[in-house]
Each structure stands twice: as C-alpha cells, then as structure tokens.
C-alpha cells in the first residue's frame, strides 16, 4: 500500500503549515491526486486515520479527488478525458497522445486550520 508513504509526507507538510500559521489543529484538507497515481481514496483515508494520531492533523476531515486523465492527441488535435488510460488515441488511433492532467500529480487543494 503506497498510499502510507504518500499520507506521510502530506501529513508532515500540513504539520510544517500548521506550525507556520500557528494552528492548534488542522480541520479539514482538500487532497486531489491524478488518476494514474492509482492512489485510493479509502486507503488513503485510512492511512491518515492510522498517521495523524497525536499530530496537528488528527480528526481532520480529509475531501479527496480523483483528476480524471486528460489527454490531448496532436494528430486529430482532440483534447480528451479517458475512463482508463490507453496509449493510442480513441479517436483517430494516433500513438501519439499527451497526458495533459491525470498523471501523477499529488496536491494539497487547500486546508482549513484552527
Ligand atoms: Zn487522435
């Protein structure tokens, strides 16, 4: 399960923000990850579950978001959202297709602290 190496440095990042803006608690944490990270959101939630006790970030209610796959073909120049990623073009079957959005992006949308 990748999901806890990657709910570690989320977790260690919110603390450093916390401690920054000086926050008792970290209340809630808007998460989106790309689909091809193929990172789970109850896992996820699990994992923060299991990490955040004791810290800053304990109870905080977490909204994740998959970022669906946004690929843009250069051949038939169609920007597309894919359901599963696919190296060839559904459209006009180019090989040559970009993934605009979707990848492995990982970012913390936006926190609420107290
Ligand atoms: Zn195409």
Redesign the pocket.
Known sequence: MHEMAIVQSIIDILEQQARIHEARKVISVKLEFGALTAVLPSAVNFAFEILSKGGFTEGAQLEITIIPIKVF?P??E?ELVLEEYQPF?P????PALKIVEGRDEMRIASMEIE
């Open positions: 073909c051949d038939c169609k073009c459209v006009c079957s180019s």
